[in-house]
């Protein structure tokens, strides 16, 4: 959805403009695209791969940074305020095509999942030293798994034996408590529980979301692509109503009284064209709200 994302920032030519997700560029090249000589971009990513992308061009700035550090690094910069917020969530393709990165339960690899390859924390570190209820915690609510308390009690028996390092080594632990025809899927929300514990992602998409009131000029966009139901709840949410729970919060008129609105109720999708040449992009939402 390349198109309708840059559509959604209306970028203005002279407009300051950040990436949150840099990558491998790809968002960042379209945006400079539609900038003028004065206009500017920022791009955030603390991936070390990213690095590799930097793009050569004097409105270009590269943040080797996680984003829920967006305001401070702004100022760093010299910015206060932005015309437009672009944030691509969730993990790239090079992560899951990269097997040595541990994100994928496709190759037989060591259980790191890091982001950032500076951080300490990997998936192993968390499988091998979490406690049965923090672990069945994490299954649950970030791979909304119905049998969390099973799985982690099974993780903690099996590092009995010895310590839980590779990608198939966990994979065989949690085949017992997987069904045939939906084991991918399965597996998919139980990886996706680690990558989201192990790089703190739902805590810092909520610190930066917050950060957006401030660092959005008047009616700047906030344009959020998100991948999973916990992501776009978080998202949805704080587009319609400024929090996280989605409370609104009126006027004695009726106005809802939140710092960001939605531009559209409802997300925007990838159409059956884009899926079928890109089948990943099948659970993709994209979001958009401004600052009032």
Do not use: W
Request: proline residues 2%.
């Amino acid at each position: 959805m390349l198109t309708e994302t840059i559509n959604a920032l209306q970028i203005k030519p002279d407009g300051i403009y950040a990436d949150l997700t840099f990558g491998g560029g790809g968002h960042s090249r379209e945006i400079l695209k539609h900038l003028g000589k004065t206009g500017r971009l920022l791009a955030f990513d603390h991936d070390e791969d990213a690095v590799a992308n930097i793009i050569d061009d004097e409105r270009f700035t590269f943040v080797k940074s996680n984003f829920r550090f967006l305001k401070n690094f702004l100022r760093y910069h010299g910015i206060e305020q932005v015309d437009g917020i672009l944030a691509d969530l969730g993990v790239s393709f090079h992560h899951f095509d990269t097997p040595e990165r541990g994100f994928s339960f496709r190759y037989e690899s060591e259980l790191d999942m890091r982001m950032n390859r500076q951080a300490t924390l990997t998936a192993s570190a968390v499988l091998n030293n979490y406690s049965e209820e923090r672990l069945a915690d994490i299954f649950y609510r970030y791979g909304e798994m119905y049998n969390a308390r099973k799985i982690a009690q099974a993780v903690v028996k099996a590092r009995k034996s010895g310590k839980i390092k590779y990608v198939n080594e966990f994979i065989e632990i949690l085949k017992p408590f997987t069904t045939r025809n939906k084991e991918k899927k399965e597996f998919s929300c139980i990886f996706q529980s680690l990558r989201i514990e192990v790089n703190g992602e739902l805590d810092a998409l909520q610190s930066m979301l917050v950060q957006c009131k401030d660092v959005l000029k008047k009616n700047g966009r906030l344009v959020a692509l998100t991948y999973h139901s916990l992501e776009d709840r978080l998202v949805k949410n704080f587009i319609r109503s400024g929090n996280f729970e989605g409370k609104l919060e009126k006027d004695f008129f009726g106005n809802i009284q939140s710092p960001i609105l939605p531009v559209s109720n409802k997300a925007i999708t990838p159409n059956d064209s884009e899926i079928e040449q890109n089948p990943r992009a099948r659970s993709a939402k994209l979001r958009v709200g401004y600052k009032v």
